[in-house]
């Protein structure tokens, strides 16, 4: 069956970074657009970053963050820099079009 798993959040400084994996399994990932997305207390999930030919991110990361895979691993990066408070979320991965199967998450908390 389809599933993500991710991987790498954690406590971050302000300025700091942090690289996020997500090993994927359960379809053929190589043929599949991936995607990041988060989610913020009290907020819905938003679409962060897209990989394929052209990468798409979403405007309050534009330059901060890129995304990234190994086909070979069947896993997608997302690496993360200069990090603020408000990118604290529950991180997932999924293909560009999700159905209903989700990750756990992984939790990013960017806080002093």
């Known amino acids: 069956q389809v599933q993500f798993v991710e991987s790498g959040g954690g406590l971050v400084q302000p300025g700091g970074s942090l690289t996020l994996s997500c090993v994927a399994s359960?379809?053929?990932?190589?043929?599949?657009?991936m995607s990041w997305y988060r989610q913020a207390p009290g907020k819905e999930r938003e679409l962060v970053a897209t990989?394929?030919?052209?990468?798409r991110y979403t405007d309050s990361v534009k330059g901060r963050f890129t995304i990234s895979r190994d086909n070979a691993k069947n896993t997608v990066y997302l690496q993360m820099n200069s990090l603020k408070p408000e990118d604290t979320a529950v991180y997932y991965c999924?293909?560009?079009?999700?159905?209903?199967?989700w990750g756990q998450g992984t939790l990013v908390t960017v806080s002093s």
């Open positions: 999924n293909t560009q079009n999700p159905g209903s199967v």
């Open positions: 359960g379809f053929a990932f190589s043929s599949y657009g």
């Open positions: 990989g394929g030919l052209i990468r």
